[in-house]
């Protein structure tokens, strides 16, 4: 086979997402197979690559080493929190001027640190959205244990979309606190002595999540239940002691888009500074600044416009279709008819968008 037939071979065999490219058409199915691209993953605006992460979009784009055609038109007609590609530099002004979010005033947080209790677990979203309601919670730990590096729940926060509170209290630990980490938290014994036990904040929380419906019987779709918004909930659940189901969960810290290419967590306060343009954590920390930034992140990524997948496939991950071809059949396919059928290995938040009952 002369260079020219080589050529064009590994052209064929070149990932129609991510660019690889293959000497044989069985590795790029095989790499098709277990790579999941997706309509769902973030793509350049301009040369249409597929990225694992928006961190790994953000250095492809303005990296160390960056694609210098993309680079060049990135830096004139792209935000830096979004990464999304303008008609115009001016277009980008405007665009990157609503894009970015103001920071909570440090009055607000001060009021927020002595409001104490409140306790008004509805919600009124106004009849603005279908779907279920969305709400985001965070905690601030104190420490236990000989050494204080227990954590131990002393404050909790719920909002609604609107960043309205729900429920703000502080928490009074089941065991001896032996280190508030003042520094941070801004907790002191007084305002634990007659806070709210962790068993009733536990069963308010759990009882407004579910919204009415038992556990066993909450589904993603039509049902009551609601979708929880957090960074790192995992943690936060298990010092509540509340269990809630996993397909009604949006964690920042493990949602595969906003990822370090590495596949580790980014910190809250990294993904605010990022993608939304601000600062927080800088002091005493606030249950309530977390909440606002997680749900500002949630709507962020919900509002991804993808290309609807036909067809849904009933997976509530909405996986792969590549077991149901064989290895013949696939190769026959050209790399953007591989790609057609490819799925995401996540479900992506953008879905909840979207009246995907049939998918379910």
């Known amino acids: 086979m002369d260079s020219r037939n080589e050529s064009s071979e590994t052209l064929r065999n070149k990932c129609a997402a991510c660019f690889r490219q293959f000497n044989k058409i069985a590795h790029l199915v095989e790499h098709m197979r277990i790579s999941y691209h997706s309509v769902h993953e973030p793509i350049c605006g301009i040369c249409k690559k597929h990225c694992r992460s928006f961190e790994s979009l953000r250095e492809h784009l303005i990296g160390p080493l960056p694609k210098q055609e993309c680079k060049n038109i990135f830096n004139i007609r792209g935000c830096r929190f979004c990464l999304v590609i303008l ?11 609503r894009c970015q979010f103001s920071s909570l005033s440090a009055g607000l947080l001060a009021r927020m640190a002595n409001l104490g209790i409140r306790d008004n677990l509805t919600i009124d979203n ?33 909002i609604d979309e609107s960043e309205n509170i729900i429920f703000h209290t502080y928490v009074k630990p089941p065991i001896p606190v032996t280190n508030y980490r003042y520094e941070t938290t801004g907790i002191r014994p007084e305002y634990l002595r007659d806070a709210m036990p962790l068993r009733q904040a536990r069963r308010k929380i759990q009882d407004f999540l579910c919204n009415g419906e038992p556990m066993w019987k909450i589904r993603p779709k039509g049902g009551n239940a609601r979708i929880l918004v957090g960074h790192g909930l995992d943690h936060d ?26 596949k580790l967590s980014n910190s809250l306060k990294y993904l605010t500074q990022a993608y939304l343009g601000y600062d927080i954590q800088t002091g005493i920390q606030d249950p309530y600044e977390d909440c606002v930034a997680t749900m500002r992140l949630y709507t962020r990524m919900r509002s991804q416009a993808h290309k609807i997948e036909y067809p849904l496939v009933s997976d509530p991950q909405n996986r792969n ?17 591989m790609l057609e059928i490819s799925r995401s290995d996540y479900y992506c938040w953008c879905l909840d968008s979207r009246d995907t009952t049939s998918a379910y």
């Open 321 to 337: 279709t590549f077991p149901s071809w064989t290895q013949t059949e696939l190769e026959r396919m050209t790399p953007e008819q």
């Open 87 to 97: 008609d115009s530099s001016n277009a980008r002004w405007n665009h990157q001027e």
């Open 237 to 262: 659940l298990d010092r509540l002691q509340i269990e809630y189901p996993a397909v009604m969960i949006r964690d920042t810290s493990k949602y595969p888009p906003l990822m370090k290419t590495s």
């Open 126 to 158: 106004g009849g603005t959205r279908s779907g279920p309601q969305v709400v985001a919670l965070a905690c601030k730990m104190v420490g236990g244990g000989s050494d204080g590096s227990l954590d131990l729940c002393a404050r909790v926060c719920l």
